[in-house]
């Protein structure tokens, strides 16, 4: 059975990079906008990883990794934060928020493939 | 008597202050002629700047109408951008699906050769050394045996996928842009609401009805002012020490 990722990034473009990087190796991905879309997206499918960006409307990265991690049905899945933003401070505050990694952007396709298998295969 | 003696001081006390005031107004008079001059420069001054402060005036409007066109021109940049970069990945999604098609043929072909192979053995031994057809049945043999193909297909296969993997790490550089872009609208944005409080200031009247800010279609997207496209692996290391750092003090 496929694994299945949550991608959550505003721009269509990283999410249709993420995608084909992923889709490539046999992973099944599923878009969200914002991490709103992605909280109401969330509980229809067993997801096994979230791929979130931080600047987003309406929920930010940084709330919906918060929310995640409240959440008993979701408090375990693994998630990669995949930003432009490179600075220390935000990539601290994302991993205390209870991100397992950070990946910056532009982003090597292979790089996301390798940290998506650490944590699924 | 005693009146009129009495009179006399009072007469020459009102008499000293109307004095005392007359002086006050020639002050007043000698200040005025004093000031009068500088009243006149600033009249004329007033004359020659108000019709300069009216064409900056009407600049500043003239501009600020242009802004909402530019911050929208900006934003169907992106627009196109996006969707040409989309339309770009759509075809490199379907190269690696075809690849990855590919690979299964060659790996499912590779184990149909080594049925063949085996068969051929079979009938090798089964028509014995002496059958007329035996050197061409060796040579068959050889060749599905030594069969390089799906070797060769793999290895170029991994080429292709690296160079499509080098094409969508490229591609990213329009989603840099974007925000870089939207950045511009976000400041064009900005000025603009400033310039309209300015033009109101001068005109005394609402113009932001016709400038409203809801004009810019670049607003309301988020972005990273600092967003850059850099192919070096600094920032990926930096984030990487961080995260080790983490992993470690939370073991």
Known sequence: MKKVILIADDSPTIRKFVSVALTMQGYEVVSACDGMEAMEKLPQAQFDLVITDLNMPNLDGFELIKSIREDERYKEIPIIILSSLAGSAEIEKGLKSGANSYLVKPFDPKRVQYEVSKYLN | MQE???????????????????????????????????????????????????????????????????????????????????????????????????????????????????????????????????????????????????????????????????????????????????????LIESVNNRLTMLVQDINQSDIRSEFLPEDFSGGGIHFDPNASYTKTEGKQDVADAIVQESRRVNN
Do not use: C, W
Not at chain 2, 68 to 73: F, L, T
Not at chain 2, 86 to 112: C, H, R
Not at chain 2, 142 to 169: G, H, N, P, R
């Open chain 2, 4 to 186: 009129e003696m009495l009179e006399k001081p009072q007469e020459s006390n009102s008499m000293s202050k109307v004095f005392e005031r007359l002086s006050d107004l020639k002050s007043i008079f000698k200040f005025g002629e004093k000031i009068v001059p500088i009243i006149q420069s600033l009249v004329e001054f007033m004359r020659e700047i108000i019709p300069l402060l009216e064409t900056i005036n009407s600049s500043i409007s003239d501009s600020t109408k242009k802004m909402p066109m530019a911050a929208n021109q900006i934003a169907d940049v992106t627009s196109a951008t996006e969707l040409a970069t989309t339309q770009i990945l759509d075809l490199v999604d379907d190269i690696g699906i075809a690849l990855n098609n590919i690979e299964s043929g060659l790996i499912q072909d590779e184990e149909n050769r080594a049925k063949v192979a085996h068969l051929l053995a079979v009938i090798k031994e089964k028509v014995g050394p002496v059958h007329a057809a035996q050197a061409e049945l060796d040579e068959v043999y050889d060749l599905v045996i030594s069969s390089q193909l799906k070797e060769s297909s793999i290895q170029l296969i991994e080429a292709i996928k690296d160079d499509t993997y080098k094409i969508t790490l490229s591609l990213q550089v329009q989603d840099i842009t974007a925000q870089q872009l939207a950045a511009v609208n976000h």
